[in-house]
């Protein structure tokens, strides 16, 4: 199951995912405090939706899943992938070349 989230959408606390109506995952509270696995160039859960300039993600796991991960090498129920997606840019004020993660636009979770 994957779900799209907006950079806007309530936050809930959770030990687990948790759900609203319409099996909508809500928000995962936190989850820049866990643990940050890597970072992208244009990933998505879901449909490509970038041009020629795709964002930046990033990827965080809670660290009691990602513990159980290294020690059995699979996930547990209801482990939660967040991938955090940020513009990426390429002129900054000292920039001469390369991009660079900007703003987030939104963030998409994997149950």
Avoid: C
């Amino acid at each position: 199951m994957s779900a799209t989230l907006l950079a806007s959408d309530a936050v809930a606390v959770a030990p687990s995912p948790q759900f609203a109506e319409g099996n909508q995952l809500l928000r995962p509270e936190g989850y820049r405090e866990w643990v940050y696995l890597s970072s992208g160039l244009g990933m998505s859960y879901g449909e490509k939706t970038y041009d020629e300039h795709p964002d930046f993600t990033n990827v965080f796991i809670k660290p009691e899943a990602y513990r159980e991960f290294v020690k059995t090498g699979e996930f547990p129920d209801g482990t939660v992938l967040v991938l955090e997606i940020r513009r990426s840019e390429s002129s900054g004020s000292i920039n001469k070349g390369g991009q660079y993660q900007n703003r987030l636009v939104g963030i998409e979770a994997s149950v």
